[in-house]
């Protein structure tokens, strides 16, 4: 990431770190670069190696307390005094650079030293061998993790200074994502958040507790809808499984433009990034550190709504002039050796603006919450719910403010209620589950035509999976898009889909000739057959064939929807079967006809046809 510097008259040197990766409304971001109120940009276009988010400019600066200010624009100084709590008990995972294990701000409450069989984690370098991972983790190249833990958590030794953390003794889990130039993967993303949700396997007892993941990237709306790219699929797993998902909006709100005519300084409105399209997920705007109502939403704080309508950000916090944790390192040292520069016991601090300062808060806030109330670990949701529901209105719009400044105060109190006040009443954005709220305002459901309202999530008769579909694997990519549409569609989450894709670590066995038939003739509501020339050679699906016909055979046919992807002949399929020509049908469609077989088989659909 090369860094560009600039100043003016009368105002601070900063040093600025901009990726240089795509553009907007014709604007490069190399144009970007050269303008002093420069803030990241977001990568356009489909994602390879995911920039940094956090990467906004840092003024050389030491002396300001770090979160005194911030620290009390949250009520979070408060609401340690009079709910005595400091975050005690919780751990929350940072998704981020990696956090430098020798910064003396950490030391004081051992914020990193987790309770066993935690261990942090590197997955920026998945050729490390495996005991480097976890010594790895607490290594810190860039700076932006260091800087965001230390707003999480911990104390400076020295008093004086007014440097401590949102809540002072959460522990921290350093998962770490990108590399010594601030880059890093999708797909070791993805395979970081697994790893997660593979530690969490009892959602009501969760070994983690929460997570912040600072990272941008674009959201490849032609690939995926929007909010389910396979990092937000992953983060809504999480939050499902019990983690409470902290993400930033994102720092693309604001450019400035600058050619022969004329400058035009721009607010982007629509300019949400992944993760921060995650439904479930709590997304974060800036706010100024110390007059929020003054200055709204941060210059450079991406707003809503998202691609496809729906509000985000959630609500804002300080992530304007924040000072926190830093690494030192020789300012000549080239990039590539950046290891051998970095102090072995830094205790420098500085400042940086970016939505990933404000995710911090919010996190920090969330452990304060889960200590004082911890009736709430492993219910995110609830969690979510009391944020945006004690939040402070800034009097801007949602698509800038969400529902306003984070109050933790107000957050806590509200947390005393009994659990049931506190969920009485749905809110936008919340419970996606089929058949509950959706993508709509106000928890209105979505205009749909009655065949296709949302089926329920949970499989009829005990069954774990609401719909399975049997492929050809030559028409993988076509199955691979019907799931995405119905999940767009219905809500389902992937573990009620069997698709191969989503359950791999359960389908790589010696015996999965005799496992999958089961799966289909006894653990699905639904079984999706897609049938063709090619669906006769496949041996797997040889295998699938005979337990859908025996299941034909038992009086089962309600429970097989066939499809033909042509007119070739396959053995078993009879003239006086019915099925359905997708020959010139787009997924969408296909998925919706499935919806519509749900609700035929469950009794749902039979008026309004």
């Not at 100084?77 to 975050?87: C, I, K, L, N, Q």
Request: glycine fraction near 10%; charged fraction near 25%; hydrophobic fraction near 35%.
């Amino acid at each position: 990431m090369p860094d560009a510097l600039c100043s003016q008259p009368g105002t601070d040197r900063r040093s600025y770190a901009i990726t240089l990766s795509g553009s907007r409304s014709g604007v490069t971001n190399a144009t970007i670069a050269n303008k002093c109120g420069a803030t990241p940009s977001v990568m356009y276009g489909p994602l390879r190696r995911a920039p940094l988010l956090a990467e906004t400019r840092r003024v050389h600066r030491t002396s300001d307390p770090m979160t005194c200010q911030s620290t009390k624009t949250i009520r979070a100084d408060e609401a340690r005094r009079v709910f005595g709590v400091e975050g005690e008990g919780i751990v929350l995972a940072l998704l981020d650079s990696g956090v430098h294990r020798h910064h003396v701000h950490f030391v004081a409450h051992k914020n990193l030293t987790l309770p066993p069989p935690l261990r942090h984690m590197d997955f920026s370098a998945p050729e490390l061998e495996e005991g480097l991972r976890e010594q790895e983790a607490l290594v810190d190249l860039v700076g932006t993790g260091t800087h965001c833990a230390g707003i999480i958590c911990g104390e400076s030794s020295n008093e004086a200074d007014g440097h401590i953390g949102i809540a002072p003794k959460c522990k921290i889990l350093s998962v770490k994502l990108f590399d010594q130039m601030g880059m890093g993967s999708e797909k070791n993303i993805v395979t970081a958040l697994d790893w997660l949700k593979s530690i969490n396997r009892d959602g009501r007892k969760p070994l983690i507790h929460g997570l912040v993941a600072n990272f941008g990237m674009s959201s490849d709306v032609t690939a995926y809808p929007c909010g389910l790219s396979p990092v937000c699929e992953a983060i809504n797993d999480l939050v499902r499984s019990g983690l409470v998902a902290v993400v930033p909006a994102g720092n693309g709100g604001y450019i400035e433009t600058d050619d022969k005519v004329s400058r035009l300084k721009l607010s982007l409105f629509g300019s949400i990034s992944d993760p921060g399209n995650a439904e479930l997920a709590i997304t974060v705007g800036s706010t100024h550190r110390t007059f929020p109502h003054d200055y709204g939403a941060s210059y450079f704080s991406s707003r809503g709504p998202t691609i496809d309508g729906r509000l985000k950000p959630d609500l804002l916090a300080p992530g304007e002039k924040i000072s926190s944790c830093w690494i030192e390192r020789q300012s000549s040292a080239p990039k590539k050796d950046r290891r051998k520069h970095v102090k072995s016991a830094p205790a420098s601090y500085s400042r940086i603006d970016g939505t990933s300062s404000a995710a911090a808060h919010v996190a920090g806030a969330v452990a304060l919450l889960l200590s004082a109330r911890p009736e709430f670990v492993g219910r995110p949701l609830e969690v979510k719910r009391l944020l945006i529901e004690t939040a402070t209105d800034l009097g801007r719009v949602p698509w800038a403010q969400g529902r306003g400044l984070i109050d933790v105060v107000r957050l806590i109190t509200k947390a005393q209620e009994p659990l049931q006040a506190a969920t009485s009443t749905p809110l936008p954005g919340l419970e996606r589950r089929a058949g509950e709220t959706s993508r709509g305002a106000a928890g209105q459901p979505p205009i749909l035509p009655e065949s296709l309202r949302p089926p329920s999530a949970i499989a009829e008769g005990g069954k774990r999976f609401v719909i399975a579909l049997s492929y050809p694997g030559t028409h993988r990519e076509l199955a691979k898009q019907v799931v995405y549409a119905l999940r767009q569609l219905t809500r389902l989450p992937r573990e009620q889909i069997l698709f191969d894709l989503f359950h791999e670590a359960e389908l790589s066995r010696f015996d999965l000739d005799v496992y999958l038939p089961k799966l289909y003739a006894d653990e699905s509501e639904l079984v999706v057959v897609f049938l063709g020339g090619d669906y006769e050679h496949s041996q797997w699906c040889g295998l699938e064939w005979r337990a859908i016909r025996q299941l034909i055979k038992e009086r089962h046919g309600s429970q097989i929807m066939p499809m033909r992807l042509d007119q070739s002949e396959v053995p078993g399929v009879y003239s006086t079967d019915g099925f359905m020509d997708i020959r010139n049908r787009d997924p969408e469609e296909i998925a919706a006809r499935i919806v519509e077989r749900l609700e035929l088989n469950r009794g749902r659909g039979a008026s309004g046809r």
